[in-house]
T-cell receptor
């Protein structure tokens, strides 16, 4: 079974620039999550989708971050404009459904903002 | 909201020894407690989990125990091997926030 795919794996940008990350969840997984993992810390949830609807985006900095999951499969997370403190690994995870607890993570995208 | 504390932050053991990592949580409504292993440059990998209706769960060299009264749970790795070296995260879910709250991680080093 293929795992969660993410791209790009690495991205370096300057502050105030824009960046977008892409995620393809495990086939058949209805729930998709985006996490931010700052160096030395555990992942922190940014947004959760159930199919193509948002379940929880309470921790998403909506003034600069946006995410969408069109057609209930792939998802993109965008940052515009980026700040230095956005430097982190952005992880995508998926689960079969929101009532199934096991989450499977992708390899992440390491973002460096200079 | 939920808060998960994890200790120790670093742990070094000799190959063949046991390793124990402990976590506490604050929200008594939490009912799902997974453990993830994260190797350098990779995403977290689920290695074992436990639900609130169970006190202990084992999977080969890995075991997790849960004490709901004290609100703490632990990961036990026996007969450690160099390939067990990684960062381990505990998490809790099911409380008022309804999503996974992670600890800060434990960097385990297993010396040959």
């Amino acid at each position: 079974e293929a795992g969660v795919a993410q791209s790009p794996r690495y991205k370096i940008i300057e502050k105030r620039q824009s960046v977008a990350f892409w995620c393809n969840p495990i086939s058949g997984h209805a729930t998709l999550y985006w996490y931010q993992q700052i160096l030395g810390q555990g992942p922190k949830l940014l947004i959760q989708f159930q199919n193509n609807g948002v379940v929880d985006d309470s921790q998403l900095p909506k003034d600069r971050f946006s995410a969408e999951r069109l057609k209930g499969v792939d998802s993109t997370l965008k940052i515009q404009p980026a700040k230095l403190e956005d430097s982190a690994v952005y992880l995508c995870a998926s689960s079969i459904g929101d009532r199934v607890f096991e989450q499977f993570f992708g390899p992440g995208t390491r973002l460096t903002v200079l | 909201g939920e808060n998960v504390e994890q200790h120790p932050s670093t742990l070094s053991v000799q190959e063949g020894d046991s390793a124990v990592i402990k976590c506490t949580y604050s929200d008594s409504a939490s009912n799902y407690f997974p453990w993830y292993k994260q190797e350098l440059g990779k995403g977290p990998q689920l290695i074992i989990d436990i639900r609130s209706n169970v006190g202990e769960k084992k999977d080969q060299r890995i075991a997790v125990t849960l004490n709901k009264t004290a609100k703490h749970f632990s990961l036990h790795i026996t007969e450690t091997q160099p390939e067990d070296s990684a960062v381990y995260f505990c998490a809790a879910m099911g409380g008022s926030q309804g999503n996974l709250i992670f600890g800060k991680g434990t960097k385990l080093s297993v010396k040959p």
